[in-house]
């Protein structure tokens, strides 16, 4: 049995050059290719996986030249696993998904078996629900898991008004930390501003952007955005002022760590309409535009 996911691939000390090489050419076929071609989704494009780093693109290359039965799960926000020398179809199917479940509170579905490309677009935008009814929200434990009801974290809106994460309930909710002195944060920064064009476009005043400072002051956090041409990106004042702040305030007024609900930054929550944990990431993601159709599903359906 031959066993890979997003956690395992880290560590393993196999080399990837040809793997590399490999998805180079087939990266490239695909970029040569026809819309017509596109459109079918030839089942070696690597590159047509969705949400998904290099590593796993890499990944996907071992998993196309491994042995039958073999299968390749993904969740999103870009957890990936795949299982070969399987006894069976049904089988590696199971382990595959069941590999890539423990890695991820996101639900896990298949996208190839064998040398057949089986994922399901349509499915895919709606894996952040169910969504939770006001009813069950309003007993969820509170917390920074999927399913869980999150912190309500106080903070001051771009006019200086007290706010709270609770008073935008209604809105599906993307709370954002981050820092001008974190490089990946920075790096993801362009990202972020064509992210919140986009959903200006496609969702106005739908979704609520609640992106708070940590370890520095929101004044210093304005003088960068101004600095790089990034005053365009709204941004709230999280109440932290100085690097050696490690706290944020709950509005009960308590305080709270900020590595108990950030452990690296940039760290990113998704909420439903009700307030309810529905996506989390760690780090920067490359191109949020992906998610806008998971937006689109949670905008729709959350909040009933």
């Known amino acids: 049995m031959t066993a890979f996911s997003n956690a395992a691939f880290k560590s393993s000390t196999r080399s990837p050059g040809k793997s590399r090489a490999l998805a180079a050419a087939l990266l490239l076929a695909a970029f040569c290719s026809s819309p017509q071609s596109l459109a079918a989704v030839p089942v070696t494009d690597a590159s047509a996986i969705p949400q998904v780093g290099d590593k796993a693109r890499e990944g996907y290359i071992s998993y196309l030249y491994a042995n039958r039965h073999k299968a390749f799960a993904i969740a999103p926000g870009g957890t990936w696993s795949w299982r070969s020398d399987a006894a069976s179809p049904a089988e590696a199917e199971k382990l595959a998904l069941e590999s890539c479940q423990a890695e991820t509170r996101q639900k896990c579905v298949l996208y190839a078996l064998n040398d057949r490309r089986v994922f399901n677009d349509d499915k895919w935008p709606t894996l952040w629900g169910p969504y939770a009814s006001r009813e069950d929200a309003a007993t969820a434990p509170v917390g920074a898991r999927v399913g869980e009801r999150f912190y309500d974290i106080t903070f001051n809106d771009a006019s200086g008004t007290a706010r709270s994460i609770s008073d935008l309930r209604g809105k599906v909710t993307f709370v954002h930390f981050w820092g001008p002195w974190c490089s990946p944060c920075m790096r993801e920064f362009p990202e972020l501003r064509h992210f919140h064009q986009r959903l200006e476009e496609r969702m106005p005043g739908e979704v609520a ?88 599903h949670a905008v729709q359906h959350s909040g009933k």
């Open 209 to 296: 952007l609640v992106l708070l400072q940590v370890r520095e002051s929101f004044e210093a956090s304005q003088r960068w955005l101004a600095e790089h041409d990034f005053a365009d990106v709204p941004i709230v004042d999280s109440g932290v002022t100085c690097a050696e702040q490690t706290t944020l305030t709950l509005a009960d007024g308590t305080d709270i760590e900020d590595r108990l609900i950030a452990r690296v930054f940039p760290t990113t929550y998704v909420l439903d309409r009700n307030g309810m944990v529905i996506f989390t990431h760690q780090g920067p993601v490359a191109d949020w535009r992906e998610y806008l159709p998971f937006f689109e």
